[in-house]
């Protein structure tokens, strides 16, 4: 039986407060050369989680000073129209950053949409040139949730270099995203998701673990080395209509280090990296102005 550990809650909220107070200086300098920071999101169809996101989103663009503005498309609208609508907004001058919130329909081809958007106004960092970007160690725009993890180290003192930090989930919203980001922080990355063979083997290894894999409490107390630091991206929404993680609080509680909770962890992360991208997105347009 091993000494139970002292976890320490990271606060994803207090964190993106502090991010959000930091970008209004920033937001006020760019409205005093007469730029006011715009973010489009585009939401095609009814999904109630997307709508939840979209308003959070909404909000704390107000909050920080930007201009934001919806586009409400029918879930039945065809591809051409919804590639139509990114490209007005590419075109709009009032938009640096465009988001269109995923999922979408099955009839519409998600790499279509994203490699549609321009990649100056990719806020959210899916375009193949930002990938590209990231991938090849020079990232402009770093997808929002990715982001928010290697912030949130960042912010708690938590350096990856030199550590082992394995990431399960290869997604290419997370997973290999933040894969990237901590290899860059020179951690050793170890990449895992559903075909991994003793799945607790490789975790039990890790430093930092960050789990990114959309299963509720799957990630257990036995699968963690005692010390490590534990992100949990997962937002899964249980038969109760409560939130759990990908991570079993209860279990991992008392072993892990470091541990985020969901809610209150990489979410509001998530929203404020956008918001942050948002506001480079319209330095970088102001200053080639
Ligand atoms: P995806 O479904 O795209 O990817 C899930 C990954 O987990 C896949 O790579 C999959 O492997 C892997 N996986 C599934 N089952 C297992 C298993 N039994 N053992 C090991 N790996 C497994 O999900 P996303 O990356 O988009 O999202 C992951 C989670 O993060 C979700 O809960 C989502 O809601 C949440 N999320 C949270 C955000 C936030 O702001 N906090 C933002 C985005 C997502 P394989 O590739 O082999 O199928």
Do not use: W
């Amino acid at each position: 039986m091993d000494t139970p550990v002292d976890t320490k809650l990271i606060d994803g909220a207090a964190h993106a407060r502090a991010v959000r107070a930091e970008l209004r200086p920033r937001v006020e300098a760019l409205r005093s050369s007469g730029v006011v920071p715009g973010l489009a999101v585009v939401l095609v169809g009814n999904d109630p989680a997307s709508r939840v996101y979209v308003r959070s989103k909404a909000r704390a663009c107000e909050e920080v000073g930007l201009y934001s503005e919806q586009h409400d498309l029918q879930g039945s609208t065809a591809e051409e129209q919804v590639l139509e609508r990114v490209r007005m907004l590419n075109r709009d001058p009032r938009i640096h950053g465009i988001l269109v919130q995923l999922p979408l329909a099955a009839h519409i081809s998600v790499d279509r949409v994203l490699h549609t958007i321009s990649p100056e106004k990719d806020v959210d960092g899916f375009h193949p040139c930002n990938v590209g970007l990231l991938a090849t160690g020079n990232p402009v725009f770093a997808p929002c949730t990715p982001a928010g993890v290697l912030r949130l180290l960042e912010r708690e003192g938590i350096s990856p270099e030199g550590k082992r930090a394995v990431i399960v989930g290869r997604s290419n919203i997370v997973g290999k995203p933040v894969a990237m980001m901590m290899l860059r922080k020179h951690a050793t990355v170890t990449i895992c998701h559903s075909r991994t063979r003793e799945l607790g083997g490789v975790t039990r290894e890790a430093d930092i673990l960050v789990a990114a894999i959309g299963r509720a409490r799957f990630v257990t107390g036995d699968m963690i080395k005692p010390g490590a630091v534990v992100i949990d991206v997962g937002i899964n929404r249980l038969p109760d209509g409560k939130l759990a993680g990908d991570v079993d609080f209860a279990s991992v509680h008392g072993r892990a280090s470091r541990l985020t909770p969901v809610p209150g962890g990489v979410g509001p992360m998530t929203i404020a990296m956008l918001l942050e991208n948002t506001v480079l997105a319209a330095e970088r347009t102001a200053k080639t102005a």
